[in-house]
């Protein structure tokens, strides 16, 4: 299968063999050269297992200035590292973070409300915002990843706004309905989906035998030829 076949997917059975093995791509990513080899695994299950933990422990959903300041670091490691950007996002007041993800959580159901009260602090824009939210409300949101955004038909170039974010997000939100309608566990979340969607991705670029046992032997294209989605960057 080609790198955006895994969305166009609705083999319920096909998504759960995948995640199955996200972990193996974490610790494969982790392995590459120069790729801060030792730092994203330990982070990849501090953002998906612990952090979740935290925020869902507290009587209200919210996250410190210490999560934050972490998730960026997770962001960061998971993707392209910019210091100029964890520093800016550190130089956000403590109080001023835990009120402001609070406010965030509050105001779910409503998603874009959300992201916006999240994008009011430094250096956070729509996929630092999305993380928060996927952190704290699978349910309801997912990461703004690379992976996650190019593998959805229609949707590259990735431009980093909100307006794109709820693009991508009614697409998953569409796909994880149909999910849930044929899978009789009906545990999927727009999280978990782009979980999916980023372990594919991974798995094409560093050419692992995840696409063949898949079936997806066929296409394994280097993201840095063709496939890479050109980027407009904003503070995120």
């Known amino acids: 299968m080609s790198r955006s076949s ?53 009587s209200e959903r919210y996250v410190t200035h210490p999560e934050l300041v972490k998730l960026m670091e997770w962001k960061l490691t998971r993707g392209s590292f910019r210091p100029r950007l964890q520093q800016l996002l550190a130089s956000n007041a403590a109080a001023a973070v835990e009120l402001c993800s609070r406010t965030a959580f509050s105001l779910l159901p409503d998603v874009r409300a959300a992201i916006a ?62 999910l849930n309608q044929a899978d009789p566990e009906r545990d999927w979340t727009p999280h978990r989906a782009e979980r999916c969607l980023w372990a594919w991705a991974v798995a094409g670029r560093l050419q692992l035998p995840l696409l063949e046992e898949q079936g997806g032997g066929g296409e394994r294209r280097s993201l840095e030829a063709d496939e890479r989605p050109t980027k407009k960057r904003r503070t995120d």
């Open 6 to 58: 895994l969305f166009a997917c609705e083999d319920p059975d096909r998504w759960r063999r995948v995640f199955d093995q996200y972990w193996d791509v974490v610790e494969a990513k982790s392995a590459v050269k120069g790729k801060k080899a030792g730092k994203l695994q330990p982070l990849e299950k501090w953002y998906q297992e612990q952090l979740p933990a935290l925020i869902s422990s507290r």
């Open 117 to 178: 009260e999240l994008s009011a602090l430094k250096a956070v824009g729509p996929a630092t915002a999305s993380a928060v939210l996927a952190a704290g409300c699978p349910e309801l949101a997912a990461f703004m990843s690379d992976e996650g955004v190019g593998s959805v038909p229609g949707l590259t170039p990735i431009q980093y706004t909100a307006r794109h974010y709820h693009r991508y997000l009614e697409r998953l939100l569409e796909r994880t309905a149909q």
